[in-house]
């Protein structure tokens, strides 16, 4: 059974470009929540899909995006990069939207850094 | 707006030692409460589990306590070995979100051999 899956590992990005990571959840589950990073933090909620539809959102810019497909995979856009957007993006899964689920699976991240 | 507090925020210990580590959360409606191992670079493994209604669980060497009237827990590592060493995350999970988690900034733990 393959757990959370992330690609690209590391990307390099200079400021002003657009990048898009992409997360495959644990089989059998049906919501991705995205958590960025930065080096010694702890990671910061960005936003959950469910059902194709963002469904909660942290405190992030509209430079950050998402989506999610009908296979549950979902999708991390991040428009006009800044320095300060380097980081690690971690992925979670989840099952439902019930408060009684047990715990989110993250996968290995993706490794951003902008020059 | 809840905050998670994690402290030390780094601790280097000779192998064999029992050591705690402590997390404090502002609001104490939780829904429950998560510790995650990370080593460098890498995901989040997850530790332990605690329910709100729950006071402790346990796990090999590992056993973490809930106060949640108080806004504490604590994760204690009986033993300690150089395989530890890694960064330790504590997560909360309140009532008023999904299962979107809340997270410390980790204590960074070095077991020497």
């Known amino acids: 059974d393959a757990g959370v899956t992330q690609s690209p590992t590391h990307l390099i990005k200079t400021r002003g470009q657009q990048v898009t990571l992409r997360c495959s959840p644990k089989?059998?589950?049906?919501?991705v929540s995205w958590y960025q990073q930065a080096l010694g933090q702890g990671p910061q909620f960005i936003f959950q899909?469910?059902?194709?539809?963002?469904?909660q959102r942290g405190n992030f810019p509209d430079r950050f995006s998402g989506h999610q497909f009908p296979n549950y995979s979902s999708e991390l856009n991040v428009n006009a990069l800044l320095l300060g957007d380097s980081a690690l993006y971690l992925c979670?899964?989840?099952?439902?939207?019930?408060?009684?689920?047990?715990?989110?699976?993250f996968g290995p991240g993706t490794r951003l850094l902008v020059l | 707006k809840q905050e998670v507090t994690q402290i030390p925020a780094a601790l280097s210990v000779p192998e064999g030692e029992n050591l705690v580590l402590n997390c404090s959360f502002t609001?104490?409606?939780?829904?429950?409460l998560q510790w995650f191992r990370q080593d460098p670079g890498k995901g989040l493994t997850s530790l332990l589990l605690?329910?709100?209604?729950?006071r402790e669980q346990t796990s090999g060497r590992l056993n973490a306590s809930l106060d949640k009237s108080s806004g504490r827990s604590t994760l204690y590592i009986a033993a300690s070995q150089p395989g530890d060493s890694a960064t330790y995350l504590c997560?909360?999970?309140?009532?008023?979100?999904?299962?979107?988690?809340?997270f410390g900034k980790g204590t960074m733990l070095l077991v020497s051999p």
């Open positions: 979670a899964s989840s099952f439902g939207d019930r408060p009684f689920q047990e715990t989110q699976y």
């Open positions: 089989s059998g589950h049906d919501t």
């Open positions: 899909y469910y059902e194709e539809e963002e469904r």
């Open positions: 609001d104490s409606a939780i829904y429950n």
């Open positions: 605690i329910q709100s209604s729950q």
């Open positions: 997560a909360v999970r309140d009532w008023s979100g999904y299962s979107t988690l809340t």
